[in-house]
């Protein structure tokens, strides 16, 4: 698998990196929850755009992403519109989707940028080859709310989303019951083994928090962790995550000394 540096971060390798997301409503609670997120010192910040209730232009997305970025400093910035389509606070349209994406490419401010592939499936590679040649890498995801998808379709999915070209495979599904998780874990585990691209895996819910833990075992690159407020069902806090992250790989670097 290649690893993807995005400023300071490197993403696939190591401990999987914790991005918290800024999900405030208004300008005011993203400029607090942005300045509160940077207390946990996260790898990855990002701005769920979904959520802010204000009708904004261009001008005023490219002011609210200098604003988060220059409290963030070298923190680097996943911008997502999560459609209402795959879990998020409201939908849009495709036309108006692709738009928004675009616009904060231009801006140079987003370091990464979410891509629902099958929310504009007719124009996502072009799409995610756009945002490349403006400067940033991209996130394909697809997530599912109401279900988990069998293990050949997890692989179909994540197959598209790197025929697309994207930088970075994201997929999120929800458990009914532990045996779900079990066949996400299996599926990411031996996906990783075949795909350059890093990937990122989760199951939702109570049901699906180890999924979030056991990345660097699996093969998941990046777990969401709350900060002021979660974003997903089943997030754990920020600073409880990376007190577990480190004590697994605390505990695998111990058992491979031993083992040598």
């Known amino acids: 698998m290649q690893s993807v540096k995005v400023k300071h971060t490197v993403i696939g390798e190591g401990i999987p990196k914790i991005c918290i997301p800024v999900t405030g409503k208004t300008a005011e609670e993203i400029c607090e929850q942005t300045k509160k997120i940077l207390e946990l010192e996260p790898d990855l910040a990002e701005w769920r755009i979904d959520c802010w209730e204000e009708k904004a232009g261009e001008e005023k997305i490219c002011e609210m992403l200098r604003t988060i970025t220059d409290?963030?400093?070298?923190i680097p910035l996943l911008f997502t519109f999560r459609t209402a389509a795959e879990g998020g606070a409201r939908p849009i349209s495709s036309k108006d989707y692709v738009k928004l994406l675009k616009t904060a490419a231009k801006t140079g401010l987003a370091d990464l940028?979410?891509?629902e592939v099958f929310s504009?499936?007719?124009?996502?590679?072009?799409?995610?080859?756009?945002?490349?040649?403006?400067?940033?890498r991209v996130v394909a995801?697809?997530?599912h709310f109401g279900r988990t998808p069998s293990r050949d379709e997890i692989f179909e999915?994540?197959?598209?989303?790197?025929?697309?070209g994207a930088d970075i495979l994201k997929l999120a599904v929800m458990p009914e019951d532990f045996s779900d998780v079990c066949c996400l874990l299996e599926a990411t585990n031996a996906f990783a083994q075949k795909t350059q691209r890093p990937l990122i895996t989760m199951s939702m819910g109570k049901t699906g928090v180890l999924s979030r833990l056991c990345g660097e075992i699996t093969g998941s690159c990046v777990t969401f962790g709350a900060g002021v407020n979660a974003s997903a069902p089943g997030q754990v806090p920020a600073e409880k995550l990376r007190q577990i992250l480190t004590e697994i790989h605390e505990l695998r670097a111990a058992g491979e000394t031993e083992e040598n």
């Open 71 to 74: 409290i963030l400093g070298e």
């Open 157 to 164: 999915r994540l197959e598209a989303m790197e025929a697309a």
């Open 141 to 143: 995801s697809n997530h």
């Open 113 to 115: 940028i979410d891509v």
């Open 120 to 136: 504009c499936k007719d124009q996502a590679e072009a799409l995610i080859g756009e945002l490349q040649q403006a400067g940033a």
